[in-house]
């Protein structure tokens, strides 16, 4: 299994707080994303990063922010927590181009209340 | 814009039996297709893909797809169900415009009847 690590695996706080999402990866792979899965809806792209310090927007990046100061940490923030926000947040990671496969993370639990 | 749909958003079917989950995508030339499954509690991983070539492509876990231009179908089965094939699939295509987005089918939970 790839070396994916995704922390807190649940994490529960209130509408209007900050909150960050971290994920860990030892496979050195240079490609990162962080997305958002919703009953109905699959998984949509929040936001991707294709090497240190590039970033890249996806389909719902609206509310959410990303860093990645070195390869092997990618995190998510959400600068001001609602209760839209609730869902389930997989990081994945790629060697090269999505021609090859995604490798994902467990899984962040967040609840907005 | 590119789509994918995915009929049924539960299929039961009994141990032993065909397992057929269906995936229609709408695009103007050939895609890349992929079928990923999620275990209970766990992430996605990749089942199979088809980029080019041959139509028919087999998978981990005895499953395989084959991509029908005709109907732009990428349908998956797998002869045999087993209580471990439990799980809820995706199916997925690759953007035209951008290497690194994929647009997601919105899931088939398979059920597994004993």
């Known amino acids: 299994d790839a070396g994916i690590t995704q922390s807190p695996r649940h994490k529960v706080t209130e509408t209007g707080t900050p909150v960050t999402l971290r994920c860990h990866q030892t496979?050195?792979?240079?490609?990162m994303y962080w997305y958002r899965q919703d009953p109905g809806h699959g998984l949509r792209l929040i936001h991707y990063s294709y090497g240190v310090k590039d970033t890249d927007k996806g389909e719902v990046s609206d509310g959410y922010s990303v860093s990645r100061s070195k390869t092997e940490d990618f995190l998510l923030t959400l600068e001001s927590a609602t209760s839209s926000q609730t869902s389930v947040y997989f990081c994945?990671?790629?060697?090269?181009?999505?021609?090859?496969?995604?490798?994902f993370g467990s899984g962040t639990q967040l609840s907005v209340l | 814009a590119q789509s994918v749909t995915q009929l049924g958003s539960h299929v039961s079917v009994s141990e032993g039996a065909l397992v057929l989950l269906r995936c229609n995508y709408s695009s103007s030339v050939p895609p890349y297709l992929f079928w990923y499954v999620q275990y209970p509690n766990q992430g996605l991983q990749l089942l199979l893909k088809?980029?080019?070539?041959a139509t028919l492509v087999k998978g981990i876990n005895g499953f395989e797809a084959e991509f029908k231009k005709s109907e732009t179908s990428f349908h998956l089965t797998k002869p045999s169900a087993h209580m471990s094939d439990a799980a809820e699939y995706f199916c997925?295509?690759?953007?035209?415009?951008?290497?690194?987005?994929?647009?997601w089918g919105a899931g088939t939970k398979l059920i597994i009847k004993p």
């Open positions: 496979e050195n792979h240079r490609y």
């Open positions: 994945a990671i790629s060697s090269t181009r999505l021609d090859e496969k995604l490798f």
């Open positions: 088809y980029t080019t070539g």
């Open positions: 997925a295509v690759r953007r035209l415009d951008s290497n690194y987005q994929l647009i």
